[in-house]
């Protein structure tokens, strides 16, 4: 017992390899992994590994855009919803807008009315808000801070959603605009950019006759996080006139199927309607037709079959709140699905080339990094273990700073693996950098230790380990604090650099330094 009391610290290194090699090769163990994935969709991850790789070792694109708005700011905006509600109407009228493209916020210092549109202009903004009797103190290009951390969890979710394995969002700024910086893993530009360039508005509408004879079209659900519990799968399917068509079904959350229902059933939907002319004709009843769009483009117009008008009549429809659209193309209904699943984007993205940034590699380019990058760590590792056994010319204390210095490598190996963080080149910078500060620190406590004479009891052995960690740890500190904004700063790949640094250094100061004590105490002593 007083061994392992002793060598605790080598059972926690031993404990945290274990982890590490579970992290690093046990399918479906990091949080968000999913083992059963196909390769089409766990698109970054790498061979036996959990490893997620960043574009630069997987192929891939990023790219940096701008959200599309002007904001006016220091508005006196109406803190009664119901008035707020009509100001954003009365402005989206006026500027010839959608609705859903003006945002108007109070705040504390100064309310501010954002229009997401690039059809119109800081000018026309300020006269539409003079004209309902505000004030903006300004009105600039751009949105709000609060508006840009939506983006970035909204395209966070859409690209999760969208299987998009290991691609990240981030802000990111420059001296002339604020942009949204997405990479996706093994994507080109075209496909990430079908994904991001529209909105995702989902809406359905009742169409139905009005009582002088002509349709009306109604909105009876607007899509929003409290709106969609989730969809089905999508399955393709036969047309009577011998086409496909493709089916996926939409489940509602409660409060919004309740109103769904008693939309419908006013809008005399509560026996069915027929959307087909013929089918409504034969029954002596008008056409009427439950319609979804997206992107105000119609990719649903279907009937509303008499069992499910009675739920919407006797309100049991919120108690299965689930519906069956057909949309004419898979292409489509993904889009239509994903949008459902992740909901719509704050605002939209600019993708003119004058502003937009992007990046692309192939995977090819990619895979010869990744192999350059392997070939150079073990290169690190083979210079390191010269110089090392060049320095001491004994194996006994040369072989375990090698190992201990790998093990702190292959931990780090596993937090990664474990955050699921993908890995590009300026990481591997850190790796190799951290093998060279983890050998660097490990010869200060062989030289305090075994060029100071003989060691000829366990507390001379403390005394002159407990000296050796202090001017480590004093090191590690300042390796800390020089990366740290590094870190926290909008500065690329040398973030990256700084994150594995950073993880390094601690997993070696808390960890593998002790443990190399333990090992060289064992071996001093029993060499005494």
Known sequence: MSAIRENWRIGALIVLLLVSAVALFVPGVPPGSNPAADNSSAAASEGMTNLQYGIELN?????????????????????????????????????????????????????????????????????ALENQGYQPETVREGVTEQTREEMVEAIDQKISTSALSGGTVTQARTS?????????????????????????????????????????????????????????????????????SYTFSVTMEEGAAE??????????????????????????????????????????????????????????????????????????????????????????????????????????????FKTNSLITGLLAVVAVSLVVYGRYGRAEVALPMIVTALSEVFILLGFVAFVQYPLNLSHLAGFIAVIGTGVDDLIIIADEILQQGKVETGRVFQNRFRKAFWVIGAAAATT??????????????????????????LIGVLVTRPAYGDILRALVIDED
Do not use: H, W
């Not at 800390?480 to 250094?505: K, Y």
């Open 59 to 127: 192929g891939g694109t990023r790219i940096r855009a701008p959200v599309v708005g002007i904001t006016a700011e220091g508005v006196d905006i109406p803190t009664n919803t119901t008035q707020r509600a009509q100001l954003e109407q009365s402005l989206a009228d006026s500027l010839g807008v959608d609705r859903i493209d003006i945002q108007a916020v109070p705040r504390a210092e100064g309310g501010t009315v954002e229009v997401f549109s690039k059809n119109v202009s800081t000018s026309e903004l300020r006269t």
């Open 176 to 244: 002339e605009r604020n942009y949204i910086a997405i990479t996706a893993p093994d994507k080109d530009y075209e496909e990430l950019r079908s994904i991001l360039e529209d909105r995702g508005i989902v809406r359905m509408y009742a169409y139905y006759p009005a009582e002088n004879g002509t349709y009306v079209r109604k909105a009876v659900l607007d899509q929003g996080a409290d709106a969609i519990r989730g969809t089905g799968t999508i399955n393709q399917q036969q047309t009577a006139s011998g086409g496909e």
């Open 480 to 505: 800390i604090v020089a990366m740290s904004p590094l870190m926290v700063l909008s500065l690329g790949d040398l973030s990256g650099f700084a994150i594995i640094t950073i993880v390094g250094v």
């Open 259 to 368: 109103a769904f229902a008693r939309e419908m059933a006013a809008a005399g939907f509560g026996n069915g309607g027929f959307c087909n002319p013929q089918q409504a004709q034969a029954r002596g009843q008008p056409v009427e037709c439950l319609q979804v769009t997206y992107e105000d483009e119609v990719v649903f117009n279907g009937s509303v079959q008499p069992g499910l008008g009675s739920s919407f009549a006797d309100g049991s429809f919120a108690e299965n709140p689930t519906l069956t659209i057909e949309v004419p193309s898979r292409e489509k209904a993904q889009q239509v699905k994903l949008s459902l699943d992740a909901g719509q984007l704050p605002a939209p993205l600019n993708f003119d080339p004058q502003v937009t940034q992007t990046r692309s590699l192939e995977p090819a380019l990619a895979d010869q």
